[in-house]
């Protein structure tokens, strides 16, 4: 545990003009308020926020969030409030502690509605002010270097939540160093066994080849010397992980990985890179397609450097990182920067991102409603990612993860863009929507006015944004389209009941039924969950009871051979009608009417005694309406749908209930109940639904299921 005066020496060492008596009242505060707690190691607890102040000042931080880590579990973990820090150390330092206190209550590897609603809450926080992530990520840091006291389930958890989560948040905020140390600690214990084979691999290689590190160093340095380009250079074994991550990605055994080192060169001018690129491919051969300049085109975390793989001595390839002392700073400890300071002032990095944009941007969506697992999909999407760099007509370029499409691209610059794409040229020649970027093409968007997001487009789209877009796009379509042909079902029902539908009547139903409004009510309808039948007789309560249906009423006429007396039910399982043969059961006190060749009376072949031989009334098609359960295979185009009321209403029958079973980008699937007379009538229907040339299939069903 450090002490008290070199905590404050780590921190003069970059801030001369420090607040020393800021940080002493802090240091003793939180060792009183943790005084008698012990971490799991049975350790003095109040060493964990000294160790989260330490990370902090490698990241040479402001003095408020070195208080704020001090202080980070005071409110959580002690009798200590917010108002007694805001009074002790003003209300900045007491906002940072308090949104750190908030992220620690969030379970963010809950069930995953949960863990997705969190997320949000967490990047609402995070908005606010990114100090609070800062600390944040210094406390999983530090928890990370020390799991070996809690149980192996609590530990799973932890790491799961890192890899997950705080590691790729880390990597998304530039702090790239962090977020390497993150996923290797969890990697660890989530995958220990991997990790042991890598290192194990890597000692063999040591002693087969020696430590090939400083070889390559001095072979770098000699081409630079004698090119005259001042730099710095370093080298080092990349983290077990990532050579993990690239072995799962590529297929590949660890012999068959052929970057596994990776150098850094480090100039303080620009141009100084370029020089140095030009050196290092002079003397080796490079790679083809493994060099990347992100000095011309940096990432949207700010990030800057050349990247390049040459094939080194003895064969070897290696990675190798080129930038200017300031990029390296940014590359670091990415949106820390902001808040750097360096000989007692904040340091002006010209290369530090706005910490801000990246949030602003996922609060934005938040605000548009996103479903939660959809946000939590697109934010992890977002954070995951290497990028392309892609080309508009007009020069500007289009940073997107690898594997993005036109549809990526075109969402890319605009929403209104995207959902108006109907094709893209890459480097001026036609290519499908599917087509893989790469870098430094060049792309153009075709567009058309009446052009709507298809569902095929989300196998396509990879980034969050335009997967968000997508799915909002389809989302309205589908309640458009569902009103439409809801307003046509109950159009249908108030005729067929001599009623006029008039808006103000929808919205009466729409209050009673517990709808908001009446294009609601109306969208109900069309997606099935509702009928118009339902809309009417809650209207016009006298309509229910004349139009009870009479086949579960005691001696109904519509069936002969069955004793007075007798309650007469129609099977769902088998929807049976007019014109059809069928046999009654009797169960329940009363008679249940099957098709013959119905699957349920297969379960009744052992009590014949309770079989009745039955026949439809001579007048039973015109005593009363049933219904029978049709399956309808229909072209996905506008119009489909209502094209098909239409043609239902034009031959007397109505539609009691609709469910669309299956939705693909070519074809709907739809169920529907239909009230037809007899089996002549809707046999009449489904060939003329056939003959339909939007129609594909028109099947009877039965069964209850949709």
Same mark, same amino acid.
């Given at each position: 545990?450090?002490?008290?005066? &070199? +905590?404050?020496?780590?921190?003069?060492?970059?801030?001369?003009?420090? #607040?020393?008596?800021?940080?002493?009242?802090?240091?003793? /505060?939180?060792?009183?308020?943790?005084?008698?707690?012990?971490?799991?190691?049975?350790?003095? /607890?109040?060493?964990?926020? *000294?160790?989260?102040?330490?990370?902090?000042?490698? @990241?040479?931080?402001?003095?408020?969030?070195?208080?704020?880590?001090?202080?980070?579990?005071?409110?959580?973990?002690?009798?200590?409030?917010?108002?007694?820090?805001?009074?002790?150390?003003?209300?900045?330092?007491?906002?940072?502690?308090?949104?750190?206190?908030?992220?620690?209550?969030?379970?963010?590897?809950?069930?995953?509605?949960?863990?997705?609603?969190?997320?949000?809450? @967490?990047?609402?926080?995070?908005?606010?002010?990114?100090?609070?992530?800062?600390?944040? +990520?210094?406390?999983?840091?530090?928890?990370?270097?020390?799991?070996?006291? +809690?149980?192996?389930?609590?530990?799973?958890?932890?790491?799961?939540?890192?890899?997950?989560?705080?590691?790729?948040?880390?990597?998304?905020?530039?702090?790239?160093?962090?977020?390497?140390?993150?996923?290797?600690?969890?990697?660890?214990?989530?995958?220990? %066994?991997?990790?042991?084979?890598?290192?194990?691999?890597?000692?063999?290689?040591?002693?087969?080849?020696?430590?090939?590190?400083?070889?390559?160093? =001095?072979?770098?340095?000699?081409?630079?010397?004698?090119?005259?380009?001042?730099?710095?250079?370093?080298?080092?074994?990349?983290?077990?992980?990532?050579?993990?991550?690239?072995?799962?990605?590529?297929?590949?055994?660890?012999?068959?990985?052929?970057?596994?080192?990776?150098?850094?060169?480090?100039?303080?001018? &620009?141009?100084?890179?370029?020089?140095?690129?030009?050196?290092?491919?002079?003397?080796?051969?490079?790679?083809?397609?493994?060099?990347? #300049?992100?000095?011309?085109?940096?990432?949207?975390?700010?990030?800057?450097?050349?990247?390049?793989?040459?094939?080194?001595?003895?064969?070897?390839?290696?990675?190798?990182?080129?930038?200017?002392?300031?990029?390296? &700073?940014?590359?670091?400890?990415?949106?820390?920067?902001?808040?750097?300071?360096? %000989?007692?002032?904040?340091?002006?990095?010209?290369?530090?991102?706005?910490?801000?944009?990246? +949030?602003?941007?996922?609060?934005?969506?938040?605000?548009?409603?996103?479903?939660?697992?959809?946000?939590?999909?697109?934010?992890?999407?977002?954070?995951? /990612?290497?990028?392309?760099?892609?080309?508009?007509? $007009?020069?500007?370029?289009?940073?997107?993860?690898?594997?993005?499409?036109?549809?990526?691209?075109?969402?890319?610059?605009?929403?209104?863009?995207?959902?108006?794409?109907?094709?893209?040229?890459?480097?001026?020649?036609?290519?499908?929507?599917?087509?893989?970027?790469?870098?430094?093409?060049?792309?153009?968007?075709?567009?058309?006015?009446?052009?709507?997001?298809?569902?095929?487009?989300?196998?396509?789209?990879?980034?969050?944004?335009?997967?968000?877009?997508?799915?909002?796009?389809?989302?309205? #379509?589908?309640? #458009?389209?569902?009103?439409?042909?809801?307003?046509?079902?109950?159009?249908?029902?108030?005729?067929? =009941?001599?009623?006029?539908?008039?808006?103000?009547?929808?919205?009466?139903?729409?209050?009673?039924?517990?709808?908001?409004?009446?294009?609601? @009510?109306?969208?109900?309808?069309?997606?099935?969950?509702?009928?118009?039948?339902?809309?009417?007789?809650? !209207? /016009?309560?006298?309509?229910?009871?004349?139009?009870?249906?009479?086949?579960?009423?005691?001696?109904?006429?519509?069936?002969?051979?069955?004793?007075?007396?007798?309650?007469?039910?129609?099977?769902?399982?088998?929807?049976?009608?007019?014109? &059809?043969?069928?046999?009654?059961?009797?169960?329940?006190?009363?008679?249940?009417?099957?098709?013959?060749?119905?699957?349920?009376?297969?379960?009744?072949?052992?009590?014949?005694?309770?079989?009745?031989? !039955?026949?439809?009334?001579?007048?039973?098609?015109?005593?009363?309406?049933?219904?029978?359960?049709?399956? *309808?295979?229909?072209?996905?185009?506008?119009?489909?749908?209502?094209? !098909?009321?239409? !043609?239902?209403?034009?031959? $007397?029958?109505?539609?009691?209930?609709?469910?669309?079973?299956?939705?693909?980008?070519?074809?709907?699937?739809?169920?529907?109940?239909?009230?037809?007379?007899?089996? $002549?009538?809707?046999?009449?229907?489904?060939?003329?639904?056939?003959?339909?040339?939007?129609?594909?299939?028109?099947?009877?069903?039965?069964?209850?299921?949709?």
């Amino acid at each position: 545990m450090i002490r008290q005066f &070199e +905590l404050v020496e780590r921190v003069r060492a970059y801030n001369p003009n420090t #607040d020393e008596a800021l940080l002493n009242r802090a240091y003793v /505060y939180g060792a009183r308020a943790h005084a008698t707690q012990t971490r799991a190691s049975g350790e003095p /607890y109040f060493g964990h926020p *000294l160790e989260v102040a330490a990370i902090l000042t490698d @990241l040479q931080l402001d003095d408020a969030t070195i208080v704020t880590a001090l202080l980070h579990d005071t409110i959580e973990d002690t009798t200590a409030t917010r108002d007694e820090i805001a009074g002790l150390f003003g209300e900045e330092i007491a906002a940072l502690v308090d949104g750190v206190t908030k992220l620690t209550r969030l379970e963010l590897t809950s069930k995953e509605s949960a863990q997705a609603e969190n997320f949000r809450k @967490l990047l609402v926080a995070m908005s606010r002010d990114v100090r609070v992530l800062l600390v944040k +990520l210094a406390d999983r840091l530090h928890n990370m270097r020390t799991l070996e006291a +809690l149980r192996p389930d609590k530990r799973q958890r932890i790491a799961r939540e890192t890899m997950e989560i705080f590691a790729p948040l880390a990597g998304r905020m530039g702090m790239q160093k962090m977020r390497e140390e993150l996923e290797d600690l969890a990697f660890d214990v989530l995958n220990p %066994d991997a990790r042991n084979a890598i290192m194990r691999r890597f000692l063999k290689l040591k002693k087969e080849t020696g430590d090939l590190i400083p070889e390559i160093v =001095r072979a770098i340095e000699e081409a630079l010397y004698e090119d005259h380009v001042p730099a710095a250079v370093s080298g080092r074994e990349k983290r077990p992980y990532s050579i993990w991550r690239k072995m799962e990605e590529k297929q590949v055994g660890f012999s068959q990985l052929s970057d596994i080192y990776a150098f850094r060169l480090i100039t303080e001018r &620009e141009e100084d890179c370029y020089r140095a690129l030009g050196s290092v491919h002079r003397r080796w051969r490079v790679v083809p397609e493994r060099m990347k #300049d992100y000095i011309s085109g940096p990432k949207s975390n700010g990030y800057r450097s050349i990247h390049t793989t040459v094939s080194g001595p003895r064969a070897m390839r290696v990675e190798v990182q080129i930038r200017t002392r300031e990029m390296h &700073e940014v590359a670091e400890s990415g949106v820390a920067a902001h808040w750097a300071y360096r %000989d007692g002032e904040r340091a002006h990095n010209p290369f530090a991102v706005d910490p801000f944009t990246w +949030l602003r941007d996922l609060v934005d969506r938040i605000e548009k409603g996103d479903q939660p697992q959809e946000f939590l999909e697109h934010v992890k999407l977002d954070m995951f /990612y290497d990028q392309v760099f892609c080309f508009t007509p $007009k020069g500007d370029v289009i940073p997107l993860p690898r594997g993005a499409t036109p549809i990526d691209f075109a969402y890319a610059i605009h929403t209104r863009v995207g959902d108006s794409c109907v094709g893209a040229k890459i480097d001026g020649r036609r290519a499908p929507l599917w087509t893989r970027l790469r870098n430094g093409q060049a792309v153009e968007i075709i567009r058309a006015d009446a052009q709507r997001p298809s569902p095929v487009w989300m196998d396509m789209a990879v980034t969050g944004r335009a997967r968000s877009a997508i799915r909002r796009a389809l989302r309205e #379509d589908a309640r #458009d389209e569902n009103v439409r042909l809801g307003r046509e079902i109950a159009r249908q029902a108030f005729a067929r =009941r001599n009623r006029e539908m008039t808006e103000k009547a929808l919205e009466t139903a729409a209050r009673k039924l517990g709808r908001q409004n009446a294009e609601d @009510l109306l969208e109900a309808v069309g997606a099935g969950e509702l009928s118009g039948r339902r809309i009417v007789e809650t !209207l /016009y309560p006298a309509l229910a009871e004349e139009n009870a249906t009479p086949r579960i009423e005691a001696g109904a006429p519509t069936v002969r051979g069955v004793r007075k007396g007798l309650a007469i039910r129609f099977g769902q399982c088998c929807h049976p009608i007019p014109g &059809e043969r069928v046999i009654g059961i009797r169960e329940n006190g009363g008679v249940t009417v099957h098709v013959i060749d119905c699957e349920t009376l297969a379960a009744h072949e052992q009590d014949l005694d309770r079989w009745l031989d !039955l026949r439809w009334d001579e007048d039973a098609a015109l005593f009363a309406t049933h219904v029978a359960r049709i399956d *309808l295979t229909v072209a996905n185009e506008p119009g489909a749908l209502a094209a !098909l009321c239409t !043609l239902i209403a034009e031959r $007397k029958a109505n539609i009691d209930y609709l469910s669309t079973a299956e939705r693909t980008p070519d074809f709907h699937r739809m169920v529907m109940d239909l009230e037809v007379r007899d089996a $002549k009538h809707l046999s009449g229907i489904l060939t003329a639904l056939e003959a339909q040339p939007i129609v594909s299939a028109a099947t009877r069903r039965r069964g209850v299921s949709a």
